[in-house]
């Protein structure tokens, strides 16, 4: 019983330092999303020179995308004009980190861990970019079915409201509601597995049984790249695991290539861009996590990474009741988050023939189609207003819980199935029909 309670103790401690630097980061990425120009983004990124890939790069920073969440978003960019250069620099930089990751990282790692993540991620997603621009031929014309829709930097065709009180209300909507739904999952599975890991591996066990930062870097890559992990998420097991004698530049790659790459998004990359695009999107990410993980070991004092400075840091900057009541409001977040994201449906409608999810929508819609691979509300909303375009479509309303789309109209399904699969998901047919 004694390993439950340290097991409980240690998942505590870690929601409660990162849980003020989250609530934050959740505020600057809702007021990023009302006030930050979204729309028209891609006029940015449509030249085939430098200043394109640095946009792009620039753009993706801050933006808190997930992984899964950033391929509608650069497969829109990508088919509204922008380069695979530019497009590249963006599906690289963006997941990596973002204002609610970064505010995260300082709240565990540290303020090396937080100035190292932004300029990594900009860094590797410019060289991405760059070498596109080099090795690959552009798109020489724009598929004509995306040319009618302008895609945001969120892969959502949500107009950004102009009453003030509007787009405040959108501040909280977004920051504090449909962000917590992106990550819900990932952050909870990644705090889980860091207290996991705090209580099942002993003290210094990178350091006595592997014992070499380039040995360390090549297993922590080899388990992130096909691994799905938000970039917020992967903070509390990166923390741990430098406490086991990880090393900073081996942490480093968690943090770079686990949010950066998973199966999903190596497989829609492969068939949107081309083989040329994957093989140099995945040789920048990797490049570029070995090449800034050796330099950490190598260049940075260690002393910026010990656990010392970093308990210190954490213990003497936030009062005890800050950190109880962030704790308290980000449980309750994680609570509504899951119960909209899984349960709600369930509640109020139960299960339909064959095991599919009912959901309020279905019953009024007239066609029912199935889609893999959407995976969350950027996801959601790139679908549903994509479809709403395509002609004799009067309306459009995903299901993520069963990955269904209830269509509304006199609708040609070559168009649908043509419209899913150019923004990267799989259309798998008609399910039902009323």
Known sequence: MNWITVFFSEFYYLVSEMAPYLLLGFLFAGLLKAFFP???????????????????????????????????TGVSLYKSGATKGATTSFLISTPQTGVDSIMATYSLLGLPFAILRPVVAFVSGIIGGVLSHVFEKDQSDLDNSAQNSTSSGNGSEESIP???????????????????????????????????????????????????????????????????????????????????????????????????????????????????????????????????????????????????????????????????????????????????????????????????????????MNTIIKVDGMTCSHCKANVESKLANVQGVNEAIVNLQDGTVSIEGDIDFEDVDHTVTGLGYKYKGIINQQ
Not at 45 to 72: D, E, Q
Not at 257 to 272: E, Q
Not at 317 to 343: D, E, G, N
Request: with cysteine; charged share 10%.
């Open 162 to 364: 102009q009453n003030g009180w509007s787009k405040i209300g959108l501040v909280f909507r977004y920051g504090f509601g449909e962000l917590v739904e992106d990550i819900v999952k990932w952050m909870v599975i990644g705090l889980l597995a860091a207290a996991f890991i705090s209580v099942m591996i002993p003290d210094s066990f990178f350091s006595q049984y592997i014992g070499s930062g380039f040995i360390e870097m090549i297993i922590v890559l080899a388990a992130s790249i096909p691994m799905y992990i938000c970039a917020t998420g992967s903070i509390p097991m990166a923390a741990v695991l430098l406490m086991k004698g990880l090393s900073p530049g081996a942490a480093l790659v968690l943090l770079m290539a686990g949010p950066a790459t998973n199966i999903a998004t190596i497989t829609v990359i492969g068939k949107v861009m081309g083989r040329k695009s994957l093989l140099i999107y995945l040789f920048s990410i990797i490049g570029g996590a070995l090449g800034f993980g050796l330099l950490v070991n190598a260049i940075l004092p260690s002393s910026w990474f010990s656990l010392a400075s970093i308990a210190g840091h954490q213990h003497s900057i936030l009062p005890v009741w800050l950190k109880l009541s962030s704790t308290i409001l980000l449980a309750v977040m994680i609570l509504l988050a899951s119960y909209r994201k899984w349960f709600r449906h369930w509640f109020l409608h139960g299960f339909g023939k064959n095991g599919v999810l009912k959901s309020d929508t279905n019953l009024k």
């Open 38 to 72: 979204q729309k028209g983004i891609s006029k940015f990124l449509g030249r085939k020179n430098f200043r394109s890939v640095a946009n792009a790069a620039l753009f993706g920073v801050p933006m808190p995308l997930c992984s899964c969440g950033v391929i509608p």
